[in-house]
């Protein structure tokens, strides 16, 4: 009757996947107090780094992006997330800019993550991986920058979970900003999101198959409980007004219902595809961190309770960026944002973008937002004197 | 490390618990094809027939709501869901109306359902229970109102799909609905709102003891998978604005985060908590029944495609009432009703009220709710001939 995947042989980073890896030898140490380390982050890079290393974009992926952000995903073979903003010319354009894509810590696409082995033990890491917050992917990621020789990058940019990225780097490294643009992010976790998350973790831990977290050890995999998460997760990336367009009440390839629990309407179908292909890309207890990294978020707590003193006296250029119909990280928490900036005497713009694409209006054409991001950035390289001539 | 409850015993309906109960004798012709019965309906009422027997409001439930809407419920104990609307005096007066108040049909609460014996095997029905509709409940509940000898109800009302089930006796039965209530509810499911009831259905079907929906037999009960369903649901309940205000980032009885996967975040624990009670007071197969007619619920289709046809000649006065906040049936859904009620020169008011409380409003103490649905009644019943010295 279901047709939720059965358990399937659990998923492993492959070491013949495509991309740079970079060995952090020296631990790192991380919010919960942890010293670790040494240890492992998967990276892609698109273009060149100019002479004087000033073109350097990190590109920070979402909850469940990887650092494929303009290659094929490797298991899916589906174009990266942000393939459509990435070439010469493009908005992302590789003749002007070096794009760096690191996959975050506690991933599983090559960064340390829970499926990694545990030095201590032999085995995977399961629950005994730190858990880990925004700040310390963030810390991860200029150890990165540091090793690529970059001392100033000239933005950082994401969207949803990308967004906090950006935002905790400019508040953590300044001096190393130049630009930010969170895209469809967050000063903090709403309690609605915190809900939405915890849904899914118990979705997680609630299937036989998650064995306690020790599921590789096993040679299990929690998919069914997985599955299940992403169904609820895939809902919040989506409009109300785009699922009612896109689907309706239309009915799956029948004429009538079948008074039975099939999924007789494409809107099922299509959840429970969703929820089908997310488990063979990704692993269960990396969505238990991720999420949970995302939970923790809350930048103005990291700074006394008050999000302009996170900015306070920066250099930074920002663009905002929200959706009209992303209720999942709604407008008002990036005008939260804004204010909290202009507060700081910041340079900062704001452009809400009118789209029924919901939350994930960020990995969508959306032409106005592209417009907006290429034409920040575009006037931010002048600024920074990236003349193509100079390229 | 996770808190969901561990699989426990089933919940049986208990022949000892207070209230009403009517064996049908005929079997019902249900949308499916199937002519179901003889069957059980279960209902409670409050306050007394007039002799005119022109008193009575049905009451329909929501849900995972059931009969005892004024009664403490039989195994939690806690007061019924309309409690604070009825009683002598109160909105739903009980010295001036009659109130029933049925389980639907598919219900656990003494209502034919999922867990019923079927005579045909001797063993709970399971999945072989016919999949019913918001139609075939009103049919059952017809049989329980001509049973009562009443040919034309005061009033139908109820929230949610109880105001589904509102709406389809009007359509149905306009001859015997004088008046009809449906609050927060909506002439059809919305694909997003089938989505959420899929993602539900799926965690219960995850579930290694649902057994293939035969769990009753096997002496199980698929708790986690339907405390999980119950958690994503009832965070559609809520407003937005309503989590924030109750629980927004605040930990649980601890000052600092734990970098763990306890439940930090009091709307973790709440969830939780929501999800745990909601195992010991309801059937997951149940809760898969009511959902699927909940989806299938679509007025205009059974009326070729017009809403307004649906009520065309309606003698019936209609009040609809939605809530500001209420995202899962928002006003829009109830504005499209009265567009269709006028068109079809129907006597309609409709008054939207101004809360937090998000879809779950009508079950909170709203003084407006409270006003306007008793104000409207009152109104009907001094047309109805319904004086207080008469009863």
């Known amino acids: ?70 290659d094929p995903h490797p298991i899916t073979g589906k174009p990266g997330w942000w393939s459509s903003l990435v070439g010469p010319g493009e908005v992302l354009d590789t003749d002007r800019y070096f794009l760096i894509c690191a996959n975050v810590l506690g991933g599983c696409m090559g960064t340390a993550g829970p499926g990694d082995i545990d030095p201590a033990s032999g085995e995977p890491f399961a629950l005994d991986f730190p858990v880990i917050t925004i700040r310390d992917m963030v810390r991860a990621q200029k150890r990165l920058v540091d090793h690529l020789g970059i001392s100033s990058l000239f933005c950082v940019t994401g969207g949803s979970m990308g967004g906090m990225q950006a935002l905790e780097w400019a508040a953590s490294y300044p001096e190393s900003v130049f630009a930010a643009v969170p895209i ?116 103005a707590a990291e700074h006394g309770g008050s999000l302009a003193r996170a900015f306070t006296g920066t250099q930074t250029r920002f663009c905002l960026i929200s959706f009209t119909s992303d209720w999942l990280f709604p407008t008002a928490e990036s005008r939260a944002i804004v204010r909290a900036l202009n507060a700081a005497a910041a340079n900062v713009s704001f452009v809400e973008i009118e789209t029924d694409g919901g939350h994930d209006a960020f990995l969508l054409h959306e032409p106005e937002f592209f417009k907006t991001l290429g034409g920040f950035l575009s006037g931010c390289a002048e600024h920074r004197g990236l003349t193509r001539d100079q390229q």
Chains 1, 2 share one sequence.
């Open 184 to 299: 469809a992010a967050a000063a903090r976790h709403s309690a609605q999101n915190i809900a939405f998350n915890e849904v899914g973790r118990q979705a997680i831990m609630a299937d036989p198959d998650w064995c306690g977290g020790r599921y590789l050890l096993a040679g299990r995999q929690p998919a069914r409980g997985l599955a299940v998460a992403r169904m609820a997760a895939h809902i919040t990336y989506l409009s109300e007004a785009a699922l009612h367009r896109k689907f309706g009440r239309n009915l799956q390839d029948r004429h009538a219902v079948t008074y039975g629990f099939d999924a007789d309407f494409q809107v099922e179908s299509y959840l429970r595809h969703q929820g089908n292909i997310f488990v063979d890309r990704f692993d269960a207890n990396s969505y238990l961190y991720i999420t949970r990294a995302m939970d923790y978020f809350d930048l």
């Open 1 to 70: 009757m279901s047709v939720l995947t059965s358990p399937r042989s659990p998923r492993h980073w492959d070491p013949n996947w495509p991309g740079h890896r970079l060995f952090v030898e020296e631990p790192l140490r991380l919010d919960c107090g942890v010293d670790f380390g040494p240890f492992t982050i998967a990276y892609q890079t698109y273009g060149k780094l100019n002479a004087l290393r000033s073109n350097a974009i990190l590109l920070c992926h979402a909850l469940t992006g990887d650092q494929y952000a303009a």
